[in-house]
Structures are given as C-alpha cells and as structure tokens.
C-alpha cells in the first residue's frame, strides 16, 4: 500500500460540474498538502493542513475549497472550475509542518476542465 | 527575482553520459536543498538533500552546492533509460517553506 493515496487518478469536468478529489496518507503524519503542477511551472502550494488546522492558503480562489476530516485524510472540492484549471493536482504529507521535512506525494489526480 | 530557477529542458542524452542539472537561487540565506525525480505520471519522490555547501554522494547521484554562486547541481554519472524522468530542486526559505524550481525533463536514449 503506498504512503499517500489519491483518487480519482484522472477526472474530466465541465465548467458547472462540482467534483471533489480525494488523498488518503498512511504514514502517520501531522500535515497535509495541495500543490498544482502544470506543465513547464514550478510546483504551486495551494493549500497546507496541520494537525487538521488550515495553515495556510495561498491566494487561491474560492472555487478552490479544502476539507480535512481528520490528520490521515485531505479532500479537495472543485466547483464552477475555469479551463486554466486544468493541471495535476497533487497531494503530499510531511511529518511536520514547521519545520516542514520531507515531503512524500501522492500520483496525483489529472484534472482536465472542458 | 524568482526565488528559485531551472531550465525546463528537454535535456536528451544518450545511455552512459554524465549529466548535470542545475537550479539558481536568490538568497544566499537558503541552506537546505533538496533534488526530488518525479517519473511520468507519476508523483514527486525525494532522491537527495544537502544542507550548506559542499558535496553528497549516493551511488551514481552527486548533488553539489555553491553558496558562493548561488547554484546547486545534481550529477548523473553512467545514465540509464530508467533515470529518464523529470528532475525537480527544491529549496527551503527562509520561512521555512519549500521552493520548488520548474523542474528539468531528461530523456536517456539507450
């Protein structure tokens, strides 16, 4: 079983569509992460959970919304998405989020956006 | 200034050659850096880190800080078709967040 799991692995949307993705960690860590990665980009924080405690939002936008349950599992709701939203949308967790260590990733979820 | 830079590539090499990825930085304040290789379809997975300057070594990987410069390597010696993969640095800041550069696509031709 890997460390972190994400699901679905692929996800096609329209624009009105609401759909949510969904990472799973099994290492025992503290904190939780959302990145986005596209093509030719660095890789971009959008969103770090402590200890199920939103730290963090980078500026991104409220169709964009996180949810963490609990330390194990992080969620991502997406509605009313643009089609510059489509990327590969990555979960990782850490042991810590200050000082943050080692990052460990999930495969990602593809988002495409019609 | 970005905080970090690499060069995308394409970088296309053949089975057996040396090579060398590189990342810039903008704070001479940056001591933790890390290289993470991220395969196709794939997520990132962490491959080495060091910490202020000087040399680390792991089997065929050499990854190498110049403070001075501002400049942080990894070297690939006797490549291999399974190291095609993308390349990423990352660097943590002064605020303790860690920067990731755009990462570099190697391809190794056998």
């Known amino acids: 079983e890997t460390g972190v799991t994400q699901t679905p692995r692929h996800l096609v949307m329209g624009m009105t569509n609401k759909k949510s993705l969904k990472c799973e960690q099994h290492l025992g860590h503290n904190a939780m992460y959302w990145y986005k990665q596209s093509a030719k980009k660095p890789l971009e924080l959008m969103f770090v959970y402590s200890l199920e405690e939103r730290v963090e939002n980078n500026s991104v936008p409220s169709r964009f919304s996180p949810e963490c349950p609990n330390s194990s599992h992080l969620f991502l709701h997406l509605h009313t998405l643009q089609p510059e939203d489509s990327a590969l949308y990555l979960c990782?967790?850490?042991?810590?989020?200050?000082?943050?260590?080692?990052?460990?990733f999930g495969e990602g979820s593809r988002l495409t956006v019609l | 200034q970005k905080e970090v830079e690499q060069d995308p590539g394409p970088l296309s090499v053949p089975e057996g050659a040396i090579v060398s990825l590189n990342c810039t930085y903008s704070n001479s304040a940056f001591q933790y850096f890390m290289w993470y290789r991220q395969y196709s379809r794939k997520g990132p997975e962490l491959l080495m880190y060091t910490y202020s300057s000087g040399n680390k070594e792991d089997g065929r990987f050499t990854a190498q800080v110049d403070k001075s410069s501002k400049y942080i390597s990894l070297f690939i010696r006797d490549s291999q078709p399974s190291d095609s993969a993308t390349y990423l640095c990352?660097?943590?800041?002064?605020?303790?967040?860690?920067?990731f550069g755009q990462g570099t696509e190697l391809s190794v031709k056998p």
């Open positions: 990352a660097i943590f800041n002064q605020g303790g967040k860690l920067i």
């Open positions: 990782a967790s850490s042991q810590n989020h200050r000082p943050q260590g080692e990052l460990f």
